[in-house]
């Protein structure tokens, strides 16, 4: 009578399992709900100066009657140009071992588009 129970609810255990889905490894797991990071809407500055460091290049910006400093990937830029950014990381105290120089304050962006209005 025990065997036969033990055999009865090998076979049910076994069903449940050939029954979870084996493309999905995770069907039946209560996961966290993810959120995606938020996209940052582009921001705009008018070029003042820009320094080459390549790959990269620091910018030199006027942003609402304040001036800051990007780095970004080399592109072509040159004062008095509007451009767009998307900026990711501020970094303050920065350290250019290429420059040879510490900015006080640097916007690390992932893009930067040229034109559109100028401030």
Do not use: C
Not at 27 to 50: D, E, F, R, Y
Request: proline share 8%.
């Amino acid at each position: 009578m025990k065997t036969l129970f033990l055999l009865s609810l090998l076979t049910l255990s076994t069903s449940a399992l050939a029954a979870t889905p084996a493309s999905n490894p995770h069907a039946g797991m209560n996961l966290p709900a993810m959120n995606a990071p938020a996209v940052q809407p582009l921001q705009q500055a008018t070029v003042l100066s820009t320094l080459s460091a390549p790959p990269y290049i620091y910018i030199e910006a006027m942003q609402d009657k304040k001036t800051l400093w990007l780095a970004a990937n080399s592109i072509a830029v040159k004062k008095g140009d509007a451009i767009q950014f998307a900026p990711d990381m501020v970094m303050e105290n920065f350290y250019s071992k290429t420059l040879k120089r510490t900015f006080p304050s640097v916007v690390f962006v992932s893009r930067v588009v040229v034109g559109g209005a100028k401030k």
